[in-house]
């Protein structure tokens, strides 16, 4: 293939020593023992001495010539970015970002644009007092790649979901969230985080006993020990992951894609929904998913999304496009912010359906206007497993009636013919959410539905959470599991069965696209290569 795993380098021992900076920073601001609870993340405002970046840095959303980079502040603080084509930083570019202060949790995001396409890119960020710009923090390091303006010099990137879910949270026993670091060992161009980037909805107890007598213990916040309703424990939902020096070194080599799905806010959550779980004080899920929106867009660097540190909503979307180059295109969807309500799914007209009207004409548009070889749907749900909402609702798209579309397969459906008469090539499905792996064939003549192109869906994930049993699959658009690799009994930990992610590598020569199944601990599990302008494979 095009791409090798290539060894230590330069760029990543400075990394790596900006990792240890943060996690040194970390140890000083107090901390404790797994089963033990850390004290409140929020900063002061009352500090002596200069600003930390103790949390490290994240880059997101790159594209050839542009970027996203986040940090954040243990106080009020500027935040200062310097690029260069060298760790030595010499001719380096400042980029000035923005105040940080309590209004956005003392996060920030700085636009880079103008760089160099198919460059490694070196960043540091420095947080400087806001009212002697002299006093200065030490600077956080951090590298990612843009995207490539020639197609030779080919694509390679990760994707996966489903961190601290079920109750298995940052265990320092067993070296935390260990399958960060092993994705960091495969050096991609980018991550994508295919949802459920936390569990809001999911509080952690101290200490698990496992069926073979085994004891998982849980680094504790107050944050994660119940769920979160208010603004502030929405964010220390963020926050408890990059307490995992696993990810925070991540971060700093490997840019990220983001999106989201339901536990972000609450499990199986849909607008206009009223709770009557007894957990939550607030029962109105809009205005549960309008704390979330804004901790999110705090949190993560996504291009749509405008975290304001006015104390007002967050502005933009979540569905957008990424464009990575001639090869790929990354259509990043929401399955979840316009969705209609969970029902038994046999409607015989439904327009609303999981993406919205509106989502699903941008959809349509974008795809008919995208000219890379490859077109990713980077969908925060799968399509034909069947994913139940208690006894007689569905949460996903598919409802288990095998027969012709009902209730949200009907967009699904619009969709899927509209690709195939529009004659748009490469198109294929990533998901997560399921938590195992496995990959479908969908092909019309084993459908119910048949006015559409055969197309592949690979899921990966749980990246650190629960294992479960696979679900059932739906005929109507006729899927074929080819592989599957899934627990035997709901919520395994991790200690039990291996953590998953996905690799996507495409050849800059052949553009032909091979994905891989992958299993924490090096396994490759399944394999499969596509070739390239085929509208259906």
Do not use: C
Request: net charge neutral.
């Amino acid at each position: 293939m095009s791409h090798s795993v290539p060894g230590p380098t330069p760029a990543r021992r400075s990394v790596l020593r900006g990792s240890l900076a943060a996690s040194a920073a970390l140890a000083v601001g107090g901390g404790a023992a797994a089963g033990g609870v850390l004290g409140s993340a929020a900063p002061a405002l009352a500090l002596s001495g200069r600003p930390r970046a103790a949390w490290g840095v994240q880059a997101g959303d790159v594209t050839a010539s542009s970027g996203l980079v986040w940090v954040r502040s243990d106080r009020p603080a500027r935040m200062i970015v310097e690029t260069s084509a060298s760790e030595s930083f010499r001719r380096a570019h400042r980029h000035h970002g923005p105040l940080l202060g309590p209004g956005s949790d003392f996060t920030g995001t700085t636009a880079l644009r103008g760089l160099p396409a198919g460059e490694q890119i070196h960043y540091r960020v420095t947080l400087a007092d806001p009212d002697d710009p002299r006093r200065t923090g030490e600077p956080v390091v951090g590298t990612f790649r843009t995207a490539p303006a020639r197609r030779r010099d080919g694509v390679r990137f990760l994707w996966s979901g489903d961190i601290a879910g079920q109750g298995w949270g940052i265990n320092p026993d067993v070296g935390g969230f260990r399958a960060f670091e092993e994705m960091r060992g495969l050096n991609p161009d980018f991550f994508l985080s295919s949802g459920d980037t936390v569990y809001a909805d999911g509080p952690l107890q101290p200490s698990v006993t496992l069926p073979d007598g085994r004891v998982w213990r849980n680094l504790m916040t107050p944050e994660k020990a119940k769920v979160a309703e208010t603004l502030d424990e929405y964010r220390g939902q963020f926050r408890y992951n990059l307490l995992d020096h696993n990810v925070r070194a991540f971060n700093a080599q490997v840019p990220s894609i983001v999106q989201w799905d339901d536990h972000e806010v609450r499990n199986n959550w849909y607008p206009g929904q009223i709770l009557e779980d007894a957990r939550y004080t607030e029962k109105d899920v809009d205005v549960l998913a309008a704390r979330a929106s804004r901790a999110f867009a705090e949190y993560f660097p996504v291009s749509t999304l405008h975290a304001r540190g006015d104390g007002l909503a967050t502005r933009g979307r979540m569905h957008r496009v990424v464009r990575y180059g001639p090869l790929l295109d990354v259509f990043v969807l929401d399955m979840r912010s316009y969705r209609n309500a969970n029902s038994p799914g046999r409607q015989a007209d439904d327009t609303e359906g999981i993406l919205g009207a509106e989502q699903l004409a941008w959809l349509k548009r974008e795809l008919s206007r995208s000219r890379a070889v490859w077109k990713v749907l980077a969908a925060d749900m799968p399509l034909g497993l069947v994913v139940p909402d208690g006894a007689a609702n569905f949460e996903a798209i598919a409802q288990g009636d095998p027969g012709a579309p009902l209730g949200r397969e009907l967009q699904i459906a619009e969709l899927l013919r509209f690709i195939k008469h529009r004659r748009i090539s490469g198109t294929l499905w990533l998901t997560a959410d399921v938590h195992y792996t496995s990959a479908q064939h969908y092909a019309p003549e084993r459908a119910a539905f048949q006015d559409f192109a055969p197309f592949w869906e690979f899921v990966s994930g749980p990246l650190a959470a629960g294992g479960f049993p696979a679900n059932a699959l739906d005929a109507t658009f006729g899927p074929e599991r080819v592989f599957v690799r899934a627990p035997q009994r709901a919520n395994v930990s991790p200690m039990e069965s291996p953590q998953y992610f996905g690799e996507v590598d495409i050849d800059g020569g052949s553009g032909e696209l091979t994905v891989r199944l992958r299993a924490e601990g090096g396994t490759v599990l399944f394999g499969k290569v596509l070739q390239p302008g085929r509208v259906g494979q």
